[in-house]
């Protein structure tokens, strides 16, 4: 089946600091999307991207969908303590929702005040 | 909006015995997925509806798993009998689109 390869596992950075993950897949995805997951909650919807090379922001977060369709990325810009939590990203291949995601393993975000 | 309902929380079973989840999806959502989340393979997909219909169970890792949805509001994931391997954390989401929404999940512990 489909994986998509999440890096970096994790990452200990201090408050302040900005913050960059991503997400590589040997197949195209036609929709990207960012979720983060907190103790004891299900993932919750960061950013998603529709468009080959678009790039969205919400709030601190910034996201953008490769132009290859194979990857992306999401920046943090000054974390604060409240961004604490797992990063996924999740791929979608079919032109709606008629498919379910896929997901990476996620990005572990540990910051140090 | 109540979000996607998850039940119960937390269940503690001994093995061999019968499990059943529950989810309520949002109004209006034509789509149903359960996911089940474990450390060594993260979330992986068991199976999903379509206005009710199953429509792709190949995520479903044997015959002792089983999942129903009988109306738009309901859908049950049942593990007969249960065993320690499938200690995880469910989770249901629905969608009538883009944004898939995700319930808080189950944590399920076979001992």
């Known amino acids: 089946g489909q994986q998509l390869n999440q890096s970096p596992q994790s990452m200990f950075i201090q408050e302040g600091e900005d913050v960059s993950m991503n997400c590589t897949s040997s197949s195209i995805f036609n929709t990207w999307l960012w979720y983060k997951q907190e103790p004891g909650e299900g993932p919750v919807l960061l950013i998603a991207l529709y468009k080959a090379g678009e790039l969205t922001s919400n709030g601190r977060l910034t996201a953008q969908f490769g132009i290859t369709r194979k990857d992306s990325f999401l920046n943090i810009s000054a974390s604060i303590p409240s961004d604490v939590g797992i990063y996924f990203c999740?791929?979608?291949?079919?032109?709606?929702?008629?498919?379910?995601?896929?997901f990476g393993k996620g990005t572990h975000l540990i910051i140090q005040p | 909006d109540a979000g996607v309902i998850q039940s119960p929380r937390h269940e503690v079973t001994e093995m061999g015995q019968e499990v059943t989840l529950r989810c309520k999806p949002i109004s209006g959502h034509d789509y149903l997925f359960w996911y089940r989340q474990t450390m060594m393979r993260g979330l992986e997909l068991l199976i999903y509806f379509n206005n009710n219909v199953p429509i792709d169970d190949s995520g479903m890792p044997e015959d002792r798993f089983s999942a129903k949805m009988p109306n738009a509001s309901f859908s049950t994931l049942k593990i007969q009998p249960s065993e320690p391997r499938d200690s995880a954390v469910y989770f249901c989401?629905?969608?009538?689109?883009?944004?898939?929404?995700f319930g808080s999940g189950t944590r399920l512990t076979v001992v």
């Open positions: 989401a629905s969608t009538a689109g883009w944004g898939y929404t």
């Open positions: 999740a791929g979608l291949s079919s032109g709606g929702g008629a498919d379910g995601l896929t």
